[in-house]
């Protein structure tokens, strides 16, 4: 398993998970909504889909409350956008910075003098599952880590929502999700390996953005092989469709990042 004692680090592969909520001022917290006990598990899939944010880029500020266990964080972020394409992420001052796409993940950081070029294994390894762009997109926006089209499900009430869970069962991988009623949104997702110790769960809150349904709170739990990490994501002053560049370049005479 991969350990890295700067927490730096650990921070900034947090940053590179906030990605992509799709907001701006003037929200209000998403609650109410009946469950509807007659609307099969394709339904409740259909629903879902129908109900994607829509936007080109997005600028904002988001809090990170970081731990596990042994060390802890908070720091805030300026984020900006281009769906789909490139996420640039910058720590007060620019003393970090990150820029991310589909193939690759980078960030810097000045108060160490060191930098990282790779691929998604760092945060697969944070979070305890494997990752893409595609999926931590989703985990952000509230969607479905997995798409839900690709299988079949089933559903039944769960509390005050939906609860869909695989048809087939698999004994590698555990996968649960909870959508709330009013949005079929995901209130909670949940992918484990029991036998390989590892386990990320997400739950969600809402904010109204101008009639859409998006995250406000984001609380993830991710455990792998006995280590338990929390992230708590608020979101807050994003906006959405505004021009805007995405400048990175690390700094001349950095040591490059090598995780093991």
Known sequence: MMRHKNIGIRIMGVMLLVLTIGACKGTKTVTGGEVDP???????????????????????????DYSNGDESQGVN??????????????????VVKAHITPEKVSFYNKLQNEYFDGDFSYLSQLLGTDLDFEKVQNLLLGNAVLDLRKDKYDSEIYGEGYQLKPKK????????????????????????????????QAKYTYQDVLGNALPEDIKILAEDEGELTTIDLSFRNLELNKPMSFPY???????KITLK
């Open 249 to 255: 370049k690390v700094p001349s005479g950095f040591d």
């Open 38 to 64: 007659s609307l099969s598990a394709r339904n409740i899939i259909n629903s879902h889909y129908s109900n994607q944010p829509n936007f080109k880029t997005l600028s904002g500020r988001i809090k990170i």
């Open 169 to 200: 069962v698999e004994q590698l991988v555990k996968i649960l999700f909870q959508l709330e009623p009013k949005n079929f949104k995901i209130s909670t997702q949940q992918i484990a390996q029991p036998e390989k110790s590892r386990q990320l």
């Open 77 to 94: 972020v300026t984020l900006r956008m281009e769906k789909d394409k490139v996420i640039w992420i910058s720590a007060p001052l620019g």
